[in-house]
């Protein structure tokens, strides 16, 4: 069902720098960015709080929600997801899940005859990144997020035998000229300016979601996009279990 909201607040947390965006009747009203370091679950209330200040909006009058999901850092998603789903359902609203490699993509929405390709750092040689085409209203796309090679990131465009190329996102340019190198010399390979996902496009991807009717309804359905699962480091040297009956009891595990 289509559902056109008169206040939309957006919250994009997946990356270095943070973004909150209030939407009233489809139209960019506040905006706020920061750079979290490292205090991110002691700054988003507050910056959301000081978003619908400016506004003069209360939290209750929001009709809906939109939150990036990643890919991107594994904490700053999840305190960003886990923040806007307990809003959704302490107010019953219904919120849209957008992810970081779209939103980057969203800032060239209106490029026509050009591939978009979105490249989060992952892990050595891995990136977090997706194709898109922009010239609709969403990003249409063409190689879904994934965390992959530089070599089979080849590959995934040699098979869409583009003509224009660009590179955005926070590792473009770290890989542009190895990109350069292994695709045919008559890809016209360029880098874009634009390095972080915002929570302005989040909001406008999520506004179009709710017009078509596409958009999840509740926050049951908003999880993390992680692609590639949290690194767990075990430790190296077992934990010693012997003798442990002869610990004071102050000590016992």
């Keep these: 069902m289509s559902f056109e909201p008169d206040l939309l607040l957006a919250v994009e947390t997946s990356l270095d720098i943070c973004s909150i965006a209030l939407f009233s009747d489809s139209q960019l009203q506040e905006s706020l960015s920061f750079r979290h370091n490292m205090h991110l679950s002691e700054r988003l209330m507050s910056s959301i709080d000081s978003i619908l200040n400016l506004a003069g909006v209360e939290i209750a009058q929001i009709d809906a929600f939109a939150c990036g999901v ?6 700053g998603t999840r305190i960003g997801v886990m923040t806007v789903k307990m809003l959704t359902s302490l107010l019953d609203k219904p919120v849209v899940g957008v ?8 800032k ?4 026509t005859n050009a591939l978009l390709v979105p490249m989060l750092p ?11 085409e922009v010239y609709t209203e969403v990003p249409e796309c063409h190689v879904e997020p994934s965390a992959l090679s530089i070599p089979v990131l080849v590959t995934k465009l040699q098979e869409l035998s583009p003509r224009k190329v660009i590179l955005c996102g926070k590792s473009a340019n770290r ?3 190895q990109l350069k190198e292994e695709l045919p010399a008559w890809n016209d390979i360029n880098v874009g300016s634009v390095e972080y996902a915002d929570a302005a496009e989040v909001g406008r991807i999520a506004l ?11 926050a049951i359905d908003l999880v993390p996009d992680y692609i590639s699962p ?8 077992p934990i010693p279990t012997e003798n442990r009956s002869n610990l004071p009891d102050s000590q016992h595990i």
């Design 70 to 75: 990643g890919p991107g850092s594994f904490t």
């Design 99 to 106: 992810g970081s490699l779209e939103a980057i993509a969203a």
């Design 108 to 111: 060239y929405i209106g490029l």
């Design 122 to 132: 992952c892990r050595s040689g891995v990136v977090y990144t997706a194709v898109y």
């Design 175 to 177: 890989f542009a000229e």
């Design 208 to 218: 179009s979601k709710y017009r078509s009717g596409t958009a999840q309804s509740s």
């Design 230 to 237: 949290p690194p767990i480091t075990m430790p190296k040297v």
